[in-house]
């Protein structure tokens, strides 16, 4: 018997291919989302990739193949400078997206730094050197590197390390609203916190 997820539509006997723009992104997926997911597709059955060196040609192909084979998909983006989500949807689809619908489109705002640092509850922000807030759905690549300055790293990549070592799944559903939005999408909503293991 086949299962559709509830909130996505997506079969759970498939493989599920997350595309993402670059390094920090895929970083992100792997500790955190793709282990949600496995719990659906199986072990080894979800697998996220890098598309932005690959060019429109091949990623358009790439989205075939997965279609050819009955696997699932989802397409990631940062908003960027579009005004809005659906604006920044008919970019993508103008652009490497081209084969791809608007539902598997997924919009980050503001970039994926923005979800990095909006999983960082109030202690951890502290401990960390730098004080707390509520939001992240403005945040930047310009404003990570201020917290990272201010957290002492040298380099923005072991300090998204050491983020996802006590990323809290609840705290940044919280603040910020996109990931909340994908969070409910997928129906991820039972997803627990990377510091307890829960």
């Not at 079969?11 to 895929?26: A, S």
């Not at 080894?44 to 997965?66: A, S």
């Not at 201010?150 to 070592?165: P, T, V, W």
Request: hydrophobic share 30%; with cysteine.
């Amino acid at each position: 018997m086949i299962v559709y997820w509830k909130y996505s539509g997506m079969c759970k006997y498939n493989r599920l291919y997350i595309l993402v723009e670059g390094r920090d992104d895929k970083e992100f997926f792997d500790k955190i989302v793709k282990p949600e997911f496995e719990k659906e597709y199986g072990r080894g059955r979800v697998r996220v990739r890098q598309y932005r060196r690959t060019g429109d040609e091949r990623v358009i192909d790439l989205i075939e193949g997965f279609k050819d084979s009955n696997d699932d998909y989802i397409c990631v983006a940062d908003i960027d400078k579009a005004p809005c989500v659906s604006g920044r949807k008919r970019e993508k689809q103008g652009e490497e997206f081209k084969n791809v619908d608007e539902d598997r489109i997924l919009i980050v705002e503001k970039e994926i730094e923005s979800w990095y640092l909006a999983g960082l509850n109030d202690d951890i922000c502290r401990r960390f050197g730098f004080s707390t807030f509520d939001t992240t759905d403005d945040f930047g690549r310009g404003k990570f590197k201020d917290f990272q300055r201010l957290a002492n790293f040298d380099s923005g990549i072991y300090f998204m390390r050491e983020i996802l070592k006590h990323f809290d799944i609840e705290t940044a559903k919280r603040k910020n609203k996109s990931f909340r939005y994908f969070v409910k999408k997928y129906n991820l909503q039972d997803i627990g916190s990377v510091e307890n293991g829960t």
